[in-house]
């Protein structure tokens, strides 16, 4: 038969499996059909290039156990008794190439046993596939050696260990969570892997290698057993979906897959939520299954295969003790007898620094328990002031949250919470679902309280240090993002169940208005910070009026801090905290006395600035010159340290020529701070704006001002690329190459809208796109507009914006540039003719929602 009519069989049969597997939704038995027709055209292909006499081919790994994937590698082992000759090399090369003829891509070794014995001692990835081997055909006598062979060899003890080391370090690759937005249904924690290193582990101890012989055993209860089976089958058919949806290996949940996978399961988007982010909820819940199950028999096959005797039992009380350093529960039925004991448990983990964890059997019982979680449960006074009591604790909270939701206890004992369990968000800046976003930001704040990260947050942790009751801290972070994803105001409706939570709780008077107030007002000191303007005295006077006293202001900025750490690494910056710190810092001031008029602040800024000028040698006649040509609106924009820097480079200069361009370091090494100074013209802007895009500079911050003699003194915050934290030599460089870029004015004339390159955002912005919004409203305390942009971020944005604003005359005045992981939300304070005659204004807008809409291309 010619290796055409072969393959033209095998890929019939795995149509036909196909077909029957969209009939019936049964993964295992697709994979064993499609194993069985690899095997049969494998079968044929040996007849038709036979390999050497006397050896075998051995199907190893997924394929040796029965499972083959419909774009699985396909892994062989060609058995041989002796090492080849060069005629038995040719034989099994031309085997392997007309392997991959037929359409299979083989993963092959080619090994005697006393190879395949020294290879599986140096690699347990090797010693794995190999206990899984199965006989496709030549000698079967072979095999049985090989398997002799292996059988001697293996040590279950040290397999354990290594295995546990090798998921550990598979783990730590997948950032340890299965919580990740595109998850690897494969490797990742709670997925099929850590289901397949139990069954190896379980064979290696010689409780059997499949669940129902592990169920035979003591390692599984009936229950475990139909948990583990339905896990199983729900990942063996998502890896199935996806490498069908993908047409090739792929084995994770990418966002493009989301979608049409939520479709082919049914899931139907609701009026708050994404079909997707459904599907998303439903593999999260498997996986954490998965994660729960894993642990308690990865620990059962430990204490099997590491037996301690029974003098190693330290007793704590009547219900619980210690062993192997862990904590146990004496008795099987205990959680179930006394449900208040799960609290309990938790409590003694953090009250005993030893205890390095949970025995098998006490997880075991406390998953069993869980149920006992009802109605009752939560109204018992023991149980509510056991939670409260785990919250104020010194040490060991996060773990007790973690351990808590992943053992279903916390969102059993908080419905509000179990609703956002595994619930995925779309909003371009948050790298983690809604309740592992809440366990981090608990993680930060009790960060805040431990010295050995005082450096990270210096300020933070200097407030913490005094703050009173800061466990009431962690009920606001509990509750912030709560109510996520049933539409409406989330910090509303937050508030609302915080205040319950708060009244069955015993949090009552100011402690609970404090809770009440920091999660119905948890965005307010972000939003204030990053996009309104500080210097301008009312904006720090209304947030005061908002956050009302010292204490309130003090939590809401340590919540704040925490919750933009824990949205993702890409959104915290320096400068970011910087901007956070400058608004405590004035709001502090403002809470302290009455509010100063304009000209109080104006005869502050200018006699603190004018100090500051005459320590560097400066006089006073030197200084006005200069001055005399900056407006009250310069005095009321700029800090007074602005202030007097731009005049030490400026007052010689007030009438230069040429540009003056300079960069200094902010805090430390935190950003950069670029003033241009020039005889003003219209296409400035865009040029600065083309210049940062073109060297990958990210601006935080712009403020645009024109002197009474028509001189443009704008100055701008930027950040470095991720990768480049030389801050202090890019300072110089910026200077220069700006300066070159300014002084010809032909390099700067600006390239027509079409002619710049479009860039795309990132994956995740072009899947999840959010719909670009503007918003133009005018200042009502003067002719300034306020223009508000919200899109997905890409490189040049913002140079597109400018480009957008000179074509129609609009002057800049200030920019607040906020960037939260792939979306920005930016506001720009403008002005122009443009905006004063309708048609034209909407026209305006309809451009800049143009511009923004290229990052959805």
Known sequence: MPVGSVRDKLTASKTEAISAFRKHLRPDTLLTALRRATDQALRELARIYPLPHGSTLVAVGGYGRGELYPYSDVDVLILLSEQPSSQNTCMIEAFVAAMWDLGIEPGHSVRTIADCRREAANDITVETSLMEARWLMGSKSLLAQLRAAMHEQLDAQTFFQAKRSEMQQRHARHQDTPYALEPNCKEAPGGLRDLQVVQWLAQAAGQGGTWREIAKSDLLTATEFRALRRADQAFKRLRIELHLLAGRREDRVLFDLQPRLAAIYGFEATRTRRSSEILMQRYYWAARVVSQLNTMLMQSIEELLFPLPDEQVRVIDDDFCIIRSRLHIRRDDGFARNPALLFRAFLV???????????????????????????????????????????????????????????????????????????????????????????????????????????????????????????????????????????????????????????????????????????????????????????D??????????????????????????????????????????????????????????????????????????????????????????????????????????????????????????????????????????????????????????????????????????????????????????????????????????????????????????????????????????????????????????????????????????????????????????????????????????????RVQLLFERKLLAALDSTLR
């Open 349 to 535: 983990m953090q009250e005993r620094p030893e205890l390095l964890g949970m025995s098998a059997q006490t997880l075991r019982a406390m998953w069993h328990a869980r149920r006992r979680i009802d109605a009752q449960f939560r109204r018992n006074p023991v149980n509510r002031r056991q939670f409260i009591q785990i919250l104020q604790q010194p040490r060991g909270i996060v773990h007790a949250l973690r351990r808590m939701t992943m053992m279903n206890i916390l969102p059993r004992y908080l419905p509000v919470f179990r609703r956002i369990v595994g619930q995925m968000q779309h909003d371009l800046f948050h790298a983690y679902t809604v309740d592992q976003h809440i366990l981090m930001v608990v993680r930060n704040l009790r960060r805040f309280t431990m010295p050995e990260h005082a450096q990270e947050y210096p300020l933070a942790s200097q407030l913490m240090a005094n703050f009173d009751r800061h466990w009431l801290l962690y009920v606001a972070a509990l509750f912030h993002d709560i109510a996520k994803g049933r539409g409406g105001d989330h910090s509303e409706l937050g508030a609302v169940d915080v205040r319950r939570f708060c009244n069955d709780h015993g949090i009552d008077g100011p402690d609970r208005d404090l809770v009440v107030f920091l999660v119905s007002q948890h965005l307010t000191m972000s939003m204030v910070a990053q996009k309104r303007d500080l210097s």
């Open 537 to 838: 005295p009312d904006v720090v006077h209304e947030f005061a009026r908002r956050v009302g006293n010292e204490r309130q202001l003090t939590a809401l900025y340590l919540l704040t801090v925490a919750d933009i750490r824990g949205t993702s690494p890409k959104v915290w910056n320096s400068w970011k905290g910087k901007l956070l710190e400058d608004l405590y810092q004035q709001t502090i001031t403002a809470l302290g006395g009455a509010q100063p008029d304009t000209g109080t602040v104006l005869a502050q800024r200018k006699a603190v600035a004018a100090t500051e000028i005459r320590l560097m040698g400066l006089r006073d006649e030197s200084r006005d010159e200069f001055w005399n040509q900056l407006d009250v609106a310069y005095f009321l924009r700029h800090e007074s340290s602005e202030i007097a820097w731009h005049t030490r480079h400026l007052y010689y200069r007030v009438n230069s020529p040429d540009p003056v361009v300079k960069v200094r370091l902010l805090g430390q090494n935190e950003a950069l701070q670029v003033m241009v100074y020039m005889k003003d013209r219209k296409d400035l802007f865009v040029s600065l704006c083309r210049y940062f895009d073109h060297r990958a500079l990210s601006v935080q911050d712009a403020r645009i001002h024109t002197t009474r003699h028509g001189w443009a003194l704008d100055s701008f915050i930027v950040l470095l690329p991720a990768h480049d934290k030389d801050y202090r030599s890019n300072a110089s460089l910026i200077e220069h190459e700006l300066n070159e870029e300014l002084k010809h004015e032909s390099r700067c004339a600006d390239p027509q809208p079409n002619q710049e390159k479009w860039r795309p955002g990132s994956r995740r912005a072009r899947f999840f796109p959010i719909v670009p919004n503007v918003e133009l409203q005018p200042d009502e305390r003067s002719a300034s507009w306020r223009l508000s942009v919200t899109a997905a971020d890409r490189p040049g944005l913002l140079y597109n914006l400018a480009q957008v604003f000179a074509q129609h005359g609009i002057t800049i005045k200030m920019a607040k540039i906020l960037t939260l992981g792939d979306r920005v939300e930016d506001i720009f304070i403008i002005e122009g003719d443009t905006l004063s005659h309708p």
